[in-house]
């Protein structure tokens, strides 16, 4: 994809998380743009919102993330390592889904 794209993934998936935040795959879906992108400081930032909000007890939502942030965030004290071993252990979701089901858009606008 190529960086204009997932630039404009990113602000998508920030619209529609304002616009419906109990979506917590599209959550998921702004953490993954910001693994592909390799953008470590985005992802920790926002993974540390989910935490203070509260997701972390969300055992499944929270093996997602700590999934990702084990490998982008290595050295961050959100993923220590004994959350590292859990998510690769009990993990095996895929956290892929299709953008286009989240909005129309206009074939002028491509």
């Known amino acids: 994809m190529a960086v204009g794209r997932y630039q404009q993934a990113e602000e998508l998936m920030r619209n529609v998380i304002k616009e419906q935040p109990d979506r917590d795959e599209c959550k998921l879906k702004l953490l993954e743009i910001f ?10 930032a926002y993974a540390n919102e989910l935490a203070q909000a509260g997701k972390k007890d969300d055992i499944a939502f929270w093996g997602k993330v700590a999934e990702m942030g084990c490998d982008i965030c290595q050295s961050s004290t959100l ?7 859990y998510a690769s252990k009990n993990n095996n979701d895929s956290i ?7 909005t129309k858009t206009d074939e002028s606008d491509r």
């Open 79 to 85: 993923f220590s390592s004994g959350a590292c071993g």
């Open 96 to 102: 892929d889904f299709d953008l286009s089901t989240l």
């Open 35 to 44: 693994f592909s992108t390799e953008n470590n400081l985005a992802f920790e």
